[in-house]
């Protein structure tokens, strides 16, 4: 008996296999995302999980942001409405400021606040302003200007981990942990 025009032969249609394999609509084997290997023996799963303890991810974190186990203890006990400031580059690497105060100025005046002392940096040539939990920076006018990750500015809203250039020092600003987890609650 002819089989009507048009008709697809069970064997033939997709997604009909035997197997019981699953195929797209032009017949070819939908294989899901795994993690088998084929090798002697066929295919073998193997598990690509990696688990690390809160020591060794805290350890990587610092490596990655260059941040010492130091650095990232005082930055941890930082209280509200307080902000730190650490020197990457420059003289006095290492160096660390807390930022306490409603309004501090960095410059070579050896009254400033956060003493830089370096030719290339003004008497008084930037001033860092608190308003509640947030900071900013300042250019004083300075000679030499003041950057912000990277662009000149006259002033800028502070967000963690930016670099702030005064002459040639560059000095990374690290927010209170307790501001931040305010500020990510909403």
Same mark, same amino acid.
């Given at each position: 008996?002819?089989e009507?025009a048009?008709h697809?032969p069970d064997?033939?249609?997709?997604?009909?296999?035997?197997?019981g394999?699953p195929?797209?609509?032009?017949?070819?084997p939908?294989?899901?995302?795994?993690?088998r290997?084929f090798?002697v023996g066929?295919?073998?799963?193997?598990?690509?999980?990696l688990s690390?303890?809160?020591e060794?991810?805290a350890q990587?974190?610092?490596l990655e942001g260059g941040?010492s186990?130091?650095e990232?203890d005082?930055?941890?006990a930082?209280?509200?409405?307080?902000?730190?400031l650490?020197?990457?580059r420059?003289?006095?690497?290492?160096?660390?400021?807390?930022l306490?105060? *409603? $309004? %501090? !100025?960095?410059?070579? =005046?050896? #009254?400033?606040?956060?003493?830089l002392? *370096? $030719? %290339? !940096?003004s008497?008084k =040539?930037? #001033?860092?302003?608190r308003?509640?939990?947030t900071?900013s !920076?300042?250019?004083l006018?300075?000679?030499?200007g003041?950057?912000?990750d990277g662009?000149?500015i006259?002033?800028a809203?502070?967000?963690d981990?930016?670099e702030?250039?005064?002459g040639?020092?560059?000095l990374?600003?690290?927010a209170?942990?307790?501001d931040?987890?305010?500020?990510?609650?909403?």
């Open positions: 008996m002819a009507p048009g697809v064997a033939d249609r997709p997604g009909d296999q035997t197997s394999s195929t797209t609509g032009d017949g070819v939908v294989t899901e995302p795994s993690t290997q090798g066929g295919p073998r799963e193997v598990d690509t999980t690390f303890n809160e060794f991810q990587l974190a610092a941040v186990t130091d990232r005082a930055v941890s930082l209280p509200s409405g307080s902000a730190l650490v020197v990457r420059g003289p006095n690497i290492g160096a660390r400021f807390l306490d105060s *409603d $309004v %501090t !100025v960095a410059g070579r =005046h050896p #009254e400033a606040g956060i003493f002392d *370096d $030719v %290339t !940096v008497r =040539h930037a #001033e860092f302003r308003q509640g939990t900071f !920076v300042r250019d006018g300075s000679l030499n003041t950057y912000f662009v000149r006259d002033e809203l502070l967000s981990g930016a702030v250039q005064v040639k020092f560059r990374t600003f690290y209170s942990r307790v931040l987890a305010h500020l990510a609650l909403g």
